[in-house]
């Protein structure tokens, strides 16, 4: 699945052309490396989104297509 999709999917950002200029903007980092929005991503990466002042860094534990809004933290583990 592609970065921004997995972003809106999972609830992390709100919409997919958010994700879409974070990672154009070099904000998003997959296992260390800044990624496009039509990165793949799988289970076990790790992802870290950086925003003015702090960042959220998680691992990716599941990769659905679609989700409720309820079950969307399934998809990630905080670290």
Same mark, same amino acid.
Do not use: A, E, Y
């Given at each position: 699945m592609r970065i921004?999709?997995? *972003?809106? %999917?999972?609830? =992390? *950002?709100k919409r997919r052309t958010l994700a879409q200029e974070a990672c154009d903007k @070099?904000? %998003?980092? %997959?296992?260390g490396k800044a990624v496009k929005s039509g990165?793949?991503?799988? %289970? @076990?990466? =790790?992802v870290e989104i950086t925003y003015t002042e702090s960042s959220v860094k998680f691992k990716i534990t599941e990769i659905r297509e679609t989700v409720k809004k309820d079950d969307a933290p399934s998809l990630y583990e905080i670290m």
């Open positions: 921004d999709k997995f *972003l809106k %999917v999972s609830r =992390i *950002l @070099g904000k %998003v980092t %997959v296992n990165h793949k991503v799988k %289970v @076990g990466d =790790i």
